[in-house]
């Protein structure tokens, strides 16, 4: 195809219509906006404890480099030259919420898909295509953040827009399925497992019936796809064929789990290091639920040797804790956590990762007569805490969370946290 647009320039017609916008090598544009020598040069990120590549560069790319272990482009890397960084999520957590600031500012509603897609609506517009325009304009100036547009007329259709955006510079970012001869050539070049709810597994089953592309999923009759495929199938063939089934989801559904681990930056073995673990990571989880205003009524916590080592013992334990009343009290999920570890805790092992889970969560609480907590009175405390983390971003915490300084995450190529740190903040010369 080249460089010539996929699809003819057309008026847009006045329907609603969807967009999905998608930063471009998000975690190393973020890097390359407060570092300009980044630009054209070949650039990996790297995973928690920085044994995995999770990003790269279209540079790197094009040097053969793929999302591995990174001790496999070792030789790649110091041949080229390659700029190779931990993963600094609080850098990228902070610029994925201002390119989410910015187009809150453009479109009514908006679904923020993941840290670096949303989904964004165009009703009310006459003219998406000029709207998206400037969307890709004004974000990738306001934050310095590249990004693509896809616009259709369903969710599943404007990711296959996206995709050419994306793919094809011809578009300059921007690209609209908006007739039923666009859609059609849309999905005769796009590859069934490339389809956003088809996964893997029924790609396989698809491809095995001839079932090469898109287009020819949609010809499927829809009763086979609904036996065959429930009815998320279903869906999806539906939107393929231009018929919205997905709504967009303003605010986001609350989590049925909240889930927080981390594997040890080295393995440790001593239980002191262990307890400050589960303690800071039970923290972050009832973080979450005051965020979302919901108390847990079940929890979970686990440790576990490394796996990989097949030369060292291996060990995987869990406890369940019930809470008599349900919490989102820091001190009493920590202290649970904690007491449930020890538990758990058998010495002469080599610990990789621990982890909570807060398995069942309910927005209602039903009180005890036997409890002897003063629950208004914490709640004020943990109103408290979460309001001065947050204006001075401030580390008050539980003293059993300890300083985390033999158990944090292995990253030893972390940039500095550009925005969200006045001690990192660029100073010009």
């Not at 890709?136 to 995709?163: D, E, F």
């Not at 008599?324 to 999920?333: F, G, L, Q, W």
């Not at 401030?394 to 300084?405: C, D, E, P, V, W």
Request: net charge positive; hydrophobic share 35%; proline share 4%.
């Amino acid at each position: 195809m080249g460089n010539r647009n996929l699809y003819d320039k057309k008026e847009p017609k006045n329907t609603l219509m969807y967009g999905l916008i998608d930063c471009n090598n998000f975690y190393v544009s973020c890097e390359r906006v407060f570092n300009p020598a980044l630009n054209d040069r070949p650039v990996l990120v790297l995973s928690n404890n920085d044994g995995y590549i999770i990003a790269c560069s279209n540079e790197a790319k094009r040097l053969g480099v793929k999302r591995r272990p990174v001790y496999q482009f070792k030789k790649e890397i110091e041949l080229y030259n390659m700029a190779v960084f931990s993963s600094n999520y609080t850098l990228y957590g902070d610029m994925s919420t201002r390119v989410m600031s910015v187009l809150s500012t453009m479109v009514p509603d908006i679904e923020v898909y993941s840290i670096d897609e949303a989904f964004i609506s165009f009703a009310g517009f006459d003219d998406p295509l000029s709207l998206g325009r400037e969307i890709v304009r004004r974000v990738s100036k306001s934050t310095g953040i590249p990004v693509s547009l896809g616009i259709a007329p369903t969710k599943t259709l404007s990711k296959i827009a996206n995709r050419f955006a994306k793919k094809y510079p011809a578009y300059n970012n921007v690209c609209i399925i908006d007739d039923e001869e666009k859609r059609i050539k849309a999905l005769k070049l796009t590859p069934v497992g490339d389809v956003w709810g088809i996964g893997r597994g029924v790609s396989k089953r698809l491809l095995s019936r001839g079932i090469e592309t898109a287009y020819d999923f949609t010809n499927l009759p829809q009763d086979w796809v609904r036996k065959n495929m429930t009815v998320v199938g279903e869906r999806t063939w539906s939107e393929l064929r231009g018929i919205p089934c997905i709504e967009m989801e303003c605010t986001p559904p609350s989590k049925k789990q909240i889930c927080i681990s981390r594997s040890f930056g080295k393995m440790i073995t001593d239980p002191i290091n262990l307890s400050e673990a589960i303690a800071t990571h039970a923290a972050a989880c009832a973080r979450k639920l005051r965020d979302q205003k919901a108390y847990a009524v079940s929890m979970m916590i686990f440790i576990h040797t490394n796996n990989f080592r097949s030369d060292q013992p291996q060990y995987y334990k869990n406890a369940i804790i019930n809470f008599p009343v349900p919490t989102s009290d820091s001190t009493e999920i920590v202290k649970a956590a904690v007491e449930a570890l020890r538990r758990i805790y058998l010495e002469g092992y080599l610990y990789k990762k621990a982890g909570v889970i807060i398995t069942e969560l309910t927005k209602n609480v039903q009180l005890n007569i036997f409890d002897t907590v003063d629950r208004e009175k914490r709640a004020r405390l943990m109103e408290a805490i979460d309001h001065i983390n947050d204006k001075y971003r401030a580390q008050l915490k539980i003293a059993t969370q300890g300083n985390g300084r033999d158990w944090k995450l292995k990253q030893e190529q972390l940039s500095p946290a550009y925005t969200t740190n006045l001690n990192d903040i660029i100073q010009i010369k």
